[in-house]
Nanobody, 119 residues
Framework: QVQLVESGGGLVQPGGSLRLSCAASRSIFSIYAMGWYRQAPGKQRELVATYTSGEKTNYADSVKGRFTISKDVAKNTVYLQMNSLKPEDTAVYYC?????????????WGQGTQVTVSS
């Protein structure tokens, strides 16, 4: 099991930047996949950026070249650096972790942090 705590959301103007943080309650070495999803009003939750199997990263096409996922294993924390933000990036951003136990994939979510891009 793991608890995930996000921080760093807020209101930013178009073209601005934000960095989200997700602190895990256990070593991220033990987590198979970890990253970020988002959900805008009236839309389904969608993948933003994730790590899988350690170092493999995956980004949504809509954020490639603008967002960067990174991690600090000493702090058990994953970050999402968001640059050149657009109004369509407005959403609740959720930290996600997947742990494999006894051949079963277990998904965990943070409480979410609001990101609003508006002038």
């Amino acid at each position: 099991q793991v608890q995930l705590v996000e921080s760093g959301g807020g209101l930013v103007q178009p073209g601005g930047s934000l960095r989200l943080s997700c602190a895990a309650s256990r070593s991220i070495f033990s987590i198979y996949a970890m990253g970020w999803y988002r959900q805008a009003p009236g839309k389904q939750r969608e993948l933003v950026a994730t790590y899988t199997s350690g170092e493999k990263t995956n980004y949504a096409d809509s954020v490639k070249g603008r967002f960067t996922i990174s991690k600090d294993v000493a702090k058990n924390t994953v970050y999402l650096q968001m640059n050149s933000l657009k109004p369509e990036d407005t959403a609740v951003y959720y930290c996600y972790a997947q742990i494999i136990k006894l051949a079963t994939y277990n998904d965990y979510w943070g409480q979410g942090t609001q990101v609003t891009v508006s002038s």
